[in-house]
């Protein structure tokens, strides 16, 4: 079958291969992969910046599809079935996390398109317990936006809790951005997007789309703005989804007294110059969001059925998986908001 490789570490370093197929074992289900998205770690991966890859592997882990096979073990999925998946392949089971299925903390975790081969290719391996069956309601097309909203759902609404009427600033109008501001919209909050001029037209789309205030930070006083729309008080909580320290130290700043951070965005620097004055001084909880677990899959998959994401709006460009290449230069470029492979 064709695959897209990452073939050694390093730049770029990736090409189209024939791979053999697939074969089920066990608890696993074989899926014909539909629609894989272009996620920010795959860009990393590309550049050779991300360390977790353990190539030779086939990348891609946002997908969607149909099952063409299941292993003996198999009992609650079927041939037929179209479906979506989460990135978990494998775990230790014995951690006190996985006795929680908090998996996206274990330490032994495999995860599809990092450390096993991942969708975008022809046919995708799962673990049974991974998998989604999509609602009659949901299409493949946007289903293979379950993995990054599963993600904004953790964040948003395990990591921590909206409530209606907050008011909430967020940073970074990516695509993480785009749909976390969407989940805690549906939430019945007042968001706040805060992006700079480049982020122009996805600040737009998101205001388009219902998100209450959005605010170019190079034209724009943002701390005016909050300040105004919060009576001097600050922002309930701030979401960072740009992974810039500049928009982090803005933010502590903005949150009120006894307010929360979290942290979704990653930094490109481990170690960073933080205002720890108004984490202290404020009394402020920091709190930090990684990828998604079990519990997020359901939530995101309702958000998508009662089409409170506006998923045709922010996919602006799909390219076959021959032309990887041209997908992930659109990435790159910053003039798409979310690009998607059709295998």
């Not at 037929?80 to 494998?90: A, I, K």
């Not at 320290?245 to 007294?257: D, H, M, T």
């Not at 402020?284 to 998604?292: E, H, K, P």
């Amino acid at each position: 079958m064709k695959a897209l490789v990452k073939r050694n570490p390093g730049y770029d370093e990736m090409s189209l291969q024939e791979i053999p197929e697939p074969v089920v074992e066990g608890n696993q289900i074989k899926i014909k992969v539909a629609y894989t998205g272009i996620c920010g770690s795959d860009i990393h991966s590309f550049k050779g910046e991300y360390n977790n890859l353990r190539p030779p592997v086939v990348l891609g882990h946002e997908f969607s599809g149909i099952v063409v096979d299941i292993g003996p073990n198999v009992k609650g999925i079927k041939i037929g079935d179209r479906v979506t998946s989460e990135t978990t392949f494998q775990t230790c089971n014995t951690c006190p996390y996985c006795a929680e299925k908090n998996y996206n903390l274990c330490v032994d975790r495999k995860g599809i398109g990092t450390q096993v081969n991942g969708s975008f290719a022809e046919y995708v391996i799962s673990r049974e317990e991974s998998v989604h069956v999509l609602p009659e309601h949901v299409g493949l097309l946007e289903a293979a936006l379950t993995e990054p909203l599963a993600c904004c759902v953790h964040a948003a609404l395990e990591k921590t809790t909206i409530t209606p009427r907050e008011k909430i600033l967020i940073f970074g109008p990516g695509p993480i951005g785009l749909l976390l501001s969407q989940v805690i919209k549906a939430q019945n909050a007042y968001v706040i997007l805060a992006g700079i001029t480049k982020d122009e037209p996805r600040l737009e789309l998101a205001k388009s789309i219902g998100i209450d205030q959005i605010v170019n930070t190079q034209k724009e006083n943002l701390e005016q703005i909050v300040l105004t729309l919060t009576e001097g008080v600050g922002v309930d909580k701030v979401f960072d989804c740009s992974g810039a320290i500049p928009a982090v130290n803005q933010g502590l700043s903005l949150i009120k007294k006894k307010g929360q951070c979290i942290q979704v965005g990653i930094f490109g620097e481990k170690f960073n110059k933080m205002d720890q004055e108004s984490i202290i001084q404020r009394e402020l909880s920091y709190i930090g969001s990684r990828s998604q677990k079990p519990s997020s899959w359901p939530i995101a998959l309702n958000l998508l059925e009662e089409k409170k994401i506006a998923t045709k709006r922010m996919i602006t460009k799909i390219v076959p998986l021959e032309n990887w290449r041209e997908g992930f230069e659109a990435v790159m470029s910053g003039h798409e908001i979310k690009v998607i492979i059709q295998s």
